[in-house]
């Protein structure tokens, strides 16, 4: 896994939302929490400069985590997944419309990109409708 994957997956994992209103949370949830941001763990190669397309890629992901900040959990493990999941998805298709944006991607990165964004955006849909479904 790169680390764009894993500091997006970890971004994921660890900005989960408490509300001042609960009971304190248990160590663990406590110890995801205590980074702020997942985000300060992505580097740049000694000596280079981030290009626009990482600097879209960041704006993404710190959209992400707003929105992961902001989302109310419902103790319903599948529903909350599907809460989770969902800006998560965006949060790639956001990535892959700056990506596409580009104008030197490689044909085959460009075709992966494509097929991913139609994939994603299809599983928002349908995990939308499953909530929706639920009255969740």
Avoid at 18 to 28: K, Q
Avoid at 106 to 129: H, L, N, S, T, Y
């Amino acid at each position: 896994m790169n680390r764009l994957a894993a500091a997006t997956l970890l971004l994921i994992l660890g900005g989960l939302p408490v509300r001042a209103d609960d009971a304190p949370p248990d160590p663990a949830t406590r110890e995801c929490m205590a980074e702020d941001s997942m985000l300060g763990m992505l580097t740049m190669k000694p000596g280079a400069e981030a290009s626009e397309a990482d600097r879209g890629y960041m704006k993404a992901m710190q959209a992400t985590q707003q929105t992961l900040m902001k989302t109310e959990l419902s103790g319903s493990s599948g529903g909350d997944f599907l809460r989770v999941m969902i800006p998560h998805h965006q949060s790639a298709i956001d990535m892959i419309d700056v990506l596409l944006a580009q104008k030197d991607v490689d044909p085959e990165i460009r075709k992966m990109a494509e097929a991913m964004r139609a994939a994603q955006a299809k599983e928002i849909v349908e995990m939308q409708g499953w909530l929706e479904k639920q009255g969740q």
